[in-house]
């Protein structure tokens, strides 16, 4: 089992970065896919990117391809997600989850992170 709390969001202009964080618990965290979701409101909670296990695979939502990046370090049990050229559209919750099979589907993530607040403001 693994725990996750996510750190980093806050408000920022358009076209500003953010880097979230994502800090897992237990000495385990190699063994599972990591992936990152978002939910802005009124709306369903959806897919922005995946990573596997030791990053040889990484997969992204249309609409953040080529602004965000996923990347991990499993020896800090740490996974991240920079994200670039925000807009406002990106506001949303994001959360941090974890998957003992490599995937983008949000029903495949078993563990969970609380979530952090990203604000884009035009």
Known sequence: QVQLVESGGGLV???GSLRLSCAASGRT??????GWFRQAPGKEREFVAAISRYGSIRDYADSVKGRFTISRDNAKNMVYLQMNSLKPEDTAVYYCAGTGSYSLKISEYDYWG???QVTVSS
Not at 29 to 34: C, D, E, T
């Open 13 to 15: 202009q358009t076209g």
């Open 29 to 34: 965290f190699s063994s599972y896919a990591m």
């Open 114 to 116: 609380q979530g952090t």
